[in-house]
């Protein structure tokens, strides 16, 4: 997300719609992009991760729901 605020109103949304998921909304990556990220798993194994995105998917969550290895994640926004 663009905006640190559109970013937190996502995470809302899932959080509201999907609590299982605990979205928490996370700075932008060392300039790999300038947009923040929700995010619905952390210190998952890759196959860990993709389960939860399929299990994600399956629940609702929006198509675009994708896991991704980072080294590691800028820290989390308040």
């Given at each position: 997300f663009a905006t640190l605020d559109n970013a937190r109103a996502y995470a809302k949304q899932i959080n509201d719609?999907?609590?299982?998921?605990?979205?928490?909304?996370?700075?932008?990556?060392?300039g790999d992009t300038p947009n923040y990220s929700v995010?619905?798993?952390t210190n998952l194994t890759q196959e860990g991760a993709k389960e939860?995105?399929?299990?994600a998917l399956k629940a609702g969550l929006n198509s675009q729901t994708y896991?991704?290895?980072f080294a590691a994640l800028p820290p989390k926004q308040q």
């Open positions: 719609k999907f609590p299982r998921f605990h979205a928490d909304v996370f700075a932008p990556y060392r995010v619905i798993g939860l995105v399929r299990g896991y991704r290895t």
